[in-house]
């Protein structure tokens, strides 16, 4: 006859062998304290939460691009912050206002036609002899005027060199220091206006200096033509 500690025994055993074939039997998954745990489905958020991060990385490497693009288009939209259209101007317009002051025979079509009309030409050159000679009188001031007019004009230009070498040192620097496309081309420009105004002054000057020369020949020829009348006179009178 079985004793119950015998029982007991028995009935532990077998509650422990039951214990230990479910563990067996049970699959990768653990239970702890009511919780399982699946390694595959562990890996698959880990790798999911990665491709997550990778792309939010992706998303801030376009948004600072973007960010450096527009800095960059804004520098590249922004005016220079120095101007010498003003100082080119007034220098313009004080060459164009030496060339206006031209004394007597001005530089107008219509004006010179008719001075070379009234005093190197035609009637002028056979009136009598007071109009010869006021004539002759007139074409020489004509001439002294005309060459006033050149140094006038020169020194004008030789003035506006002051302030040119100023615009140069002004945008050269301007345009060194440019932090866009605009403001370079902005500098160019106005460089480009300079050598534009320089060009003016120097044919303001050849222009002055040619009017002063070529009166001056009109004079000598029509003197010489004075010259050929009054020996005509003097051996008619004779």
């Not at 699959?27 to 489905?41: C, E, L, S």
């Not at 500098?187 to 060009?199: C, E, I, P, V």
């Given at each position: 006859?079985?004793?119950?500690?015998?029982?007991?025994a028995a009935a532990l055993l077998?509650?422990g062998?039951?214990?230990t074939?479910?563990?067996v039997?049970?699959?990768?998954?653990?239970?702890?304290?009511?919780i399982v745990?699946?390694?595959?489905?562990?890996?698959?958020?880990i790798?999911?939460?990665?491709?997550?991060?990778?792309?939010i990385n992706?998303?801030?490497?376009?948004?600072?691009?973007?960010?450096?693009?527009?800095?960059n288009?804004?520098r590249?939209?922004?005016?220079?912050p120095?101007?010498t259209?003003?100082e080119?101007?007034?220098?313009?317009?004080r060459?164009?206002?030496?060339?206006g002051?031209?004394q007597?025979?001005?530089?107008?079509?219509?004006?010179?036609?008719?001075?070379?009309?009234?005093?190197?030409?035609?009637?002028a050159?056979?009136?009598?002899?007071a109009?010869?000679?006021?004539?002759a009188?007139?074409?020489?001031?004509?001439s002294?005027g005309?060459?006033q007019d050149?140094m006038k004009?020169?020194?004008?230009v030789?003035?506006?060199?002051?302030?040119?070498?100023?615009?140069?040192?002004t945008l050269v620097?301007?345009s060194?220091?440019?932090?866009?496309a605009?403001?370079?081309a902005?500098?160019?420009n106005?460089l480009?206006?300079?050598q534009?105004?320089?060009?003016?002054?120097?044919?303001?000057?050849?222009?002055a200096?040619?009017?002063a020369?070529?009166?001056?020949?009109?004079?000598?020829a029509?003197?010489?033509?004075?010259?050929?009348?009054?020996f005509?006179r003097?051996?008619?009178g004779n």
């Amino acid at each position: 006859m079985k004793t119950p500690i015998f029982h007991c025994a028995a009935a532990l055993l077998v509650t422990g062998f039951g214990i230990t074939a479910a563990a067996v039997s049970a699959p990768a998954a653990a239970q702890m304290g009511g919780i399982v745990h699946d390694p595959r489905n562990y890996a698959q958020n880990i790798l999911t939460a990665a491709r997550t991060l990778e792309q939010i990385n992706n998303q801030i490497k376009q948004l600072q691009n973007q960010a450096t693009s527009l800095a960059n288009e804004a520098r590249n939209l922004s005016g220079l912050p120095v101007s010498t259209l003003e100082e080119l101007q007034g220098q313009v317009d004080r060459t164009r206002a030496l060339l206006g002051e031209a004394q007597r025979v001005a530089f107008d079509v219509g004006d010179i036609q008719k001075a070379f009309d009234a005093r190197y030409k035609g009637g002028a050159l056979t009136g009598t002899q007071a109009e010869m000679v006021a004539n002759a009188e007139a074409r020489w001031n004509d001439s002294v005027g005309a060459f006033q007019d050149a140094m006038k004009v020169q020194a004008g230009v030789v003035g506006n060199m002051g302030d040119a070498r100023r615009s140069i040192t002004t945008l050269v620097t301007a345009s060194q220091s440019a932090t866009g496309a605009l403001q370079a081309a902005q500098a160019g420009n106005q460089l480009l206006a300079l050598q534009s105004q320089q060009l003016g002054d120097l044919a303001a000057a050849i222009a002055a200096q040619g009017r002063a020369q070529m009166l001056d020949a009109a004079r000598a020829a029509a003197a010489e033509a004075e010259g050929r009348e009054r020996f005509r006179r003097f051996r008619k009178g004779n």
